[in-house]
């Protein structure tokens, strides 16, 4: 049974450019969320996605966006990319439909770094 | 304020002893409680889930006190395994939102 994965693994843009990183969902579970961990800090919930639809979102700008595929795999879009968006971005999928969405598992991150 | 408050540490402790992580959250409407343990630059991962009448798996004890909106974590006969960070989660209820409310995490160091 595969856990979370995301890809790529690292990744070096530089400021002004975009990127996409991308999260496919334990199996069986319907529902991903995102979020941004910076060094020394918790993980920041960035939005969340189900049916293929934005559902929350945190305090993050327009530049993020995403998107979920019939398929319940997801992407993250970042443009204009900005120093300040160098950080680990994780991935974490749960069931709604299970009933336990409380408990996410992440995926092992995207380090994303911004020069 | 922050939603989520730990003391960030690091606790330093020697193999076997008893270490006891705090951790306090502003939202009374807060839903669900947990630890996560966090690896260095890997991802966060589920400790345990913290209920009302508190709960122990195998040498961690998680406890909840709603009134004063706090939750702890006790790890008794520490091992060099148990060096991590631990990040105290919720979810708040009052929004509909399920989405996790991180703490900036406590970093534990055990030395032999």
């Known amino acids: 049974d595969a856990g979370v994965t995301q890809s790529p693994t690292h990744l070096i843009k530089t400021r002004g450019q975009q990127v996409t990183l991308r999260c496919s969902p334990k199996?069986?579970?319907?529902?991903v969320s995102w979020y941004q961990q910076a060094l020394g800090q918790g993980p920041q919930f960035i939005f969340q996605?189900?049916?293929?639809?934005?559902?929350q979102r945190g305090n993050f700008p327009d530049r993020f966006s995403g998107h979920q595929f019939p398929n319940y795999s997801s992407e993250l879009n970042v443009n204009a990319l900005l120093l300040g968006d160098s950080a680990l971005y994780l991935c974490a999928s749960s069931s709604l439909s299970g009933g336990a969405l409380d408990t996410q598992y992440f995926g092992p991150g995207t380090r994303l770094t911004v020069l | 304020r922050k939603e989520v408050e730990q003391d960030p540490g690091p606790f330093n402790v020697p193999e076997g002893a008893t270490v006891a992580f705090n951790c306090t959250y502003s939202?009374?409407?807060?839903?669900?409680f947990f630890w996560y343990r966090q690896d260095c630059r890997k991802e966060p991962k589920l400790l345990m889930s913290?209920?009302?009448s508190g709960n122990e798996d195998g040498r961690f004890t998680a406890q909840l006190n709603r009134a004063s909106q706090y939750i702890s974590l006790l790890i008794r006969d520490s091992k060099l395994s148990d060096s991590a960070t631990y990040l105290c989660v919720v979810n708040w209820r009052d929004t509909g939102r399920r989405a996790l409310t991180f703490g900036s995490g406590t970093r534990l160091q055990v030395q032999p």
């Open positions: 199996s069986g579970h319907d529902t």
């Open positions: 913290v209920y009302s």
């Open positions: 996605y189900y049916e293929e639809e934005e559902r």
């Open positions: 939202n009374s409407a807060s839903q669900s």
